[in-house]
């Protein structure tokens, strides 16, 4: 098929193609053979709960699923899985284990950190005090962090990765010191095209930190320091365009919820914020349509993803170094129960309210607001039979451009990529997170994939790009593809991605060139 880079998107392509891919994503249950990924479905829910005193002090003490009650739209559920704080630690060592996210299946279901600067929403003084804060809360902490720690950026032109996972303190402090924000231009238009394309951008940078992760298991704490995208005012709208909104930001929260993503957003400059004035619900396109949900009562505002997560959304406060060390902090000590909803759930009846009662009234647990009842973390549009052949296209090459275009390192599947003498390099994929085919009669297993290349200049300017679908068998565990790449003279980096065909999992692999 035509692969096409997202740099050539127009805004609106960009702001449809997003909701409409997060739907895909959202319809399908996984095929992955992946049995160690918690997943979201009709089927299991999975709560991460973190448990505080009357004061929101974390509770210390060891707790047992026998303190917990779950409520699932008012009617009490049996606890089928329970995990204490103590099974998601980080493993003893006395150096980093984690320099890289390809380092993260090391660590089991210890927790991480994604770290988001919003330069693209936020006023420059605000961010330039942000980053000042962020340095403070670093410089705090311990040489070797005790959770892996990604650095991201989102900008009026890209969304981009800073500094890879990594427990080197001084590493991220050097990073934000160095880093040369953009203006915010997009920030001071107010309303119309302008705000509709940062809405977009950031619910491009909320799918692709999703997608990003699927290799990691266990919890992730995305601290999102900045404004975030414009609220989006329902008020007077037609039936049609609200519609619309509303479905595309539960879309975006569902993935979140099966991606096991708490976001805690540190607004540096509390007050009102731009408002989305959407003139046509055709720039906004979906395909299906959701019941009554959190988010439709008169407005949709960036503030309301943290609590539907289970996190919290901070306005007011200038100590933003303590914030960010509360978001951390609560994200590395929790709870995991899972249950199977005592009532079978209509399709129809989109979103269902969870309630965690404990059994000591002192106590206090805090985990996500409800969750889409016909969601699944399926991450494959094509595998989608109510979406016709050129819309399942479309959300693939939008995924494609995203993992190739970004600098965010994607693990779902563990690759590596290394030059053959003669003009091929050959991608070696390890067998986790592979959907593979059932074994032929001589127990054969293969895999469809998408292998694609950008080879880029010293800039970071894509210079050009070569995909292909390909087959292979199981050989060791896992598989190697060849891929013929010409790369220029003045080609200073070449980014690989390799995607399953089957479940949807992308990894990437960079290699930099003399």
Known sequence: MPFRPLRLLTAMSLLAATFTSVGLAAQQPS?????STLHVT????????????????LVD??????????????????????????????????????????????????????????ELNSRFEDMSYSRQMLVKYLQRQPAVLPQ????????NSRFSQLH?????????????????????????????????E????????????????????????????GTGFPTANLVGLDDQTTATLEAAIRRVTSRLLAARITMYSINPAPGSSATVDVESPDDLNVTDEYGSDPFGSGGISFS????????????????????????????????????????????????????????????????????????????????????????????????????LTSTISYNGLEIHATKDGDGTYSIAVSEQGIAWSDPTAEGNQSTEDTVAAGWYDGKGKLLGHVARELTASRVNGGVTFKLPVTVPSNARRVRFVVRDARNGKMGTDDIVLK
Request: with cysteine; hydrophobic share 35%.
């Open 61 to 118: 003490r060891k707790l047992t699923k026998d303190d917990f009650v779950i409520k699932d739209n008012g009617v009490e559920q049996r606890i089928r899985h329970f995990e204490t704080p103590d099974e998601h630690r980080m493993p003893a060592a006395d150096k980093p284990i984690v320099n890289s996210a390809a380092d993260l299946r090391k660590i089991g279901d210890a927790p991480v950190t994604v770290l988001v600067l919003d």
């Open 148 to 155: 892996p720690t990604v650095l991201l950026v989102a900008t």
């Open 304 to 403: 309301s993803l943290a609590p539907s997560t289970g996190g919290t959304a901070f306005t007011g406060r200038n100590d933003i170094d303590n914030i960010i060390g509360e978001g951390i902090n609560k994200g590395r000590d929790y709870y995991t129960l899972s249950y199977t909803p005592s009532v079978l759930v209509d399709a129809k009846t989109d979103y269902r309210t969870v309630h965690i009662v404990m059994k000591d009234p002192d106590l206090r647990a805090v985990t996500r607001s409800g969750y889409y009842a016909n969601s699944a973390p399926d991450l494959n549009p094509l595998m989608d039979k109510t979406m016709d052949a050129k819309q399942a296209r479309a959300n693939l090459q939008l995924d494609l451009s995203s993992a």
């Open 198 to 225: 940062r809405m977009a951008q950031v619910l491009a940078a909320l799918q692709q930190i999703c997608e990003a992760s699927t290799g990691t298991p266990g919890r992730k704490n995305l601290i999102w320091v």
């Open 164 to 196: 890879d996972y990594t427990q080197d303190r001084d590493a991220l402090i050097q990073i934000v010191k160095k880093h040369m924000p953009e203006f915010p231009y997009k920030a001071n238009q107010r309303g119309g095209p302008a705000a509709v």
């Open 31 to 35: 095929t992955s053979s992946d049995s």
């Open 42 to 57: 009709t089927q299991l829910v999975v709560l991460d709960v973190v448990v505080t005193d009357k004061k929101g002090n």
